[in-house]
């Protein structure tokens, strides 16, 4: 692979962080017509609420970048399943237990640590932990963590709604169920795109450029949480 030359260091950086900047404050984000919904919904709603779980994996953005990180460098489809569904049964696990047990954990922080987790993966991707640090860290147990932490951020916005328990459990089950179909349906496009440029000699020369576009913009993305955690 070519080396980066700091100006290219530099230009990967400022992009992805102007463009993460434009819309940071806005992950995990609910539109004004879901809130209402969320917030008068009584009973059971489950194909709502499934897709609500799908719209909101599709467009947080967050999770997407995580999971281009996790499958930059895997080819095998044996691969990628496995450690999509080491990040789904960690999602999972959070978020159905934080918001059917009430956990209340600080929002900017699971979101900074959302941020940071794509920094992690994108390190990773450019053996960053075995030339600095010696060691390398257990990539499958990585993504089981961090899918913990996704699943809170998840949660955390649901607990904002006061949810009626009348149905919740059935309800937050469908939209665990969206939240995995919309995955699924992400991975998918994210997989022909990562397919179409790998078969192009680009891929070798930008493989690193892209990494640090990543860990550009999940620093950028832990900054603001971080930012809104000091100042809230």
Avoid: C
Avoid at 23 to 36: F, I, N, Q, T, Y
């Amino acid at each position: 692979m070519t080396i980066f030359k700091p100006a290219g260091w530099l230009r990967a950086l400022l992009a992805a962080a102007l463009a993460i900047a434009a819309g940071a404050a806005l992950a995990h984000g609910v539109s004004e017509p879901d809130k209402g919904f969320l917030q008068g919904a009584q009973g059971l709603h489950l194909l709502p609420y499934l897709y609500l779980g799908a719209k909101h994996m599709v467009t947080g953005y967050d999770h997407l970048l995580f999971l281009v990180g996790v499958i930059f460098f895997l080819h095998r489809m044996k691969d990628i399943g496995l450690y999509v569904t080491l990040f789904a049964l960690g999602h999972s696990t959070t978020l159905l237990l934080g918001v059917l047990n009430g956990w209340h954990i600080n929002a900017y922080l699971v979101d900074a640590i959302i941020g940071l987790s794509i920094v992690y993966r994108a390190f990773d991707n450019l053996g960053g932990f075995r030339s600095v640090f010696g060691l390398q860290p257990n990539k499958k147990a990585a993504v089981l963590i961090f899918g913990f932490f996704h699943g809170l951020g998840l949660a955390t916005k649901l607990q904002d709604f006061a949810l009626s328990p009348d149905g919740l459990i059935p309800n937050m089950i469908a939209f665990n169920v969206g939240v995995e179909i919309g995955q699924l349906l992400a991975l998918g496009m994210i997989l022909v795109l990562m397919r179409f440029w790998r078969g192009t000699a680009s891929f070798a020369r930008n493989a690193i450029r892209g990494n640090i576009a990543l860990m550009a913009a999940g620093l950028t993305l832990a900054g603001f949480q971080l930012a809104g955690l000091i100042t809230q």
